[in-house]
């Protein structure tokens, strides 16, 4: 791609990173980038920290998060901004903190903004063992880290956010060498191939965006796993048989809507991890897995973010 491209920019916070990228990639978005000053200022001090990053290259100095949509010149943007403005509004609606939530647009070049994003992306330690490494970048992997290639590109997820943290460590407790894994939402594919690294047995991603397949597959043979099979739809429409862990990381909504289904994909004693659900919505999710007819097993919280592990 190259060119002339319009850029749409949400001034928010952290915690409204996810679902203000969600709303992008609702949209025929181009590219999204996004910059978390948590990236920087909540790392601690040692090898794998920003130690050579400066907070003065975020735009706004660490003050506010930005989430950046990237569109054609030939769509129309009125309606685009016009449709994104409700979305915050219900984003609110939801208990979400979207922070100043002022949404500006301008035209950019495309080399203004295609690669502007890796210069403070670095590997980071997102698990007891699992080291999250963008493709670019070079690192000596300790004894026991398990290293996950990713080139994020267009793709939701690199493992910064608190919710894929939460994910990723409970991958870690509960993944073995004979587990089968389905990733709901998989995006990126960081969480289907921290499976994969971790020996699962089996492991389906699932995405309704082709961008995330595609993204998907590529981290897939970054990482040359090849017990990953990446599908794009429902998973109640494409995906067949049952596994042992079945992951979600989107938003509370979404996982109470899933949650019945889901059940009919776990093996009996098998794992649903959930995360991507705001402390405020956390008993939303709880009753409705209960109402399920699940256990749960434990509840994490990392900042604003809940991440449920439940059993049947």
Known sequence: MQGTWIEIKVIT???AIEPISGIFYSLDVK????????????????????DFADINILEYKGEAAVVKGY????????????????KMEDLKNIGINVGKGEIFCNK???EDWANNWKKYYKPAKVGDKIVVKPIWEEYE?????????????MAFGT?????????VKALEKYVSKDTVVFDIGTGSGILAIT???LNAKKVVGVDLDPVAVDSAKENIQFNQVNNIEVLQGNLMDVVSGKADIVIANIIAEII???TEDVKKFIKPGGYFISSGIIRDRKELVVQKLNECGFKIVEINEDGEWICIVATI
């Open 256 to 258: 109470v809507v899933l």
């Open 71 to 86: 569109f054609s010149e030939e769509d129309n943007i009125d309606e685009l901004l016009k449709y994104i403005k409700e």
């Open 108 to 110: 950019v070049k495309e």
């Open 31 to 50: 590219g999204v980038a996004i910059e978390d000053p948590k990236d920087i200022l909540n790392r601690e001090q040692g090898p794998l920290t920003w």
């Open 13 to 15: 916070e952290s915690e």
């Open 159 to 167: 493992g910064t956010h608190e919710t894929t943290r939460m994910c």
């Open 195 to 197: 499976a994969s690294k």
């Open 141 to 153: 992997g300790k004894l026991g880290e398990v290293i996950v290639e990713l080139d994020p590109g």
